[in-house]
């Protein structure tokens, strides 16, 4: 089992930037794909960016496409979002999850383990 726990949300201005940051606890890091969906308040949580255990491949969103970035370091149990451009649309609950089938990702929702979620809010 592992734990998650993001930060790094707040309030940014459109076309502006933010890094969210999951840290994993518990159980061996490099064994989980991560990923990383969002929530809009009265919408379906939505994926948003998968990596593969190793950071080898990626998947977005084509919403997010070239403009958010994931990333992760096996040495410090973190995942990373790069947001940039962001727009008000992008406004959400970003939850990290882990996902046990570390080598195929996809765009899915349905993962293994959540953290507790970090607000972020684009304004126009």
């Known amino acids: 089992q592992v734990q998650l726990v993001e930060s790094g949300g707040g309030l940014v201005q459109a076309g502006g930037s933010l890094r969210l940051s999951c840290a994993a606890s518990g159980d061996t890091f490099s064994s989980y794909a991560m990923y990383w969906c969002r929530q809009a308040p009265g919408k379906e949580r939505e994926f948003v960016a998968a990596?593969?255990?190793?950071?080898?491949?990626?998947h977005y969103a084509d919403s997010v496409k070239g403009r958010f970035t994931i990333s992760r370091d096996n040495a410090k149990n973190t995942v990373y979002l790069q947001m940039n451009s962001l727009k008000p649309e992008d406004t959400a609950v970003y939850y990290c999850?882990?996902?046990?089938?570390?080598?195929?990702?996809?765009?899915?929702?349905?993962?293994?383990?959540w953290g507790q979620g970090t607000q972020v809010t684009v304004s126009s």
């Open positions: 999850a882990a996902d046990r089938n570390r080598w195929v990702i996809r765009s899915s929702t349905s993962l293994d383990y």
């Open positions: 990596i593969t255990w190793s950071g080898g491949s990626t």
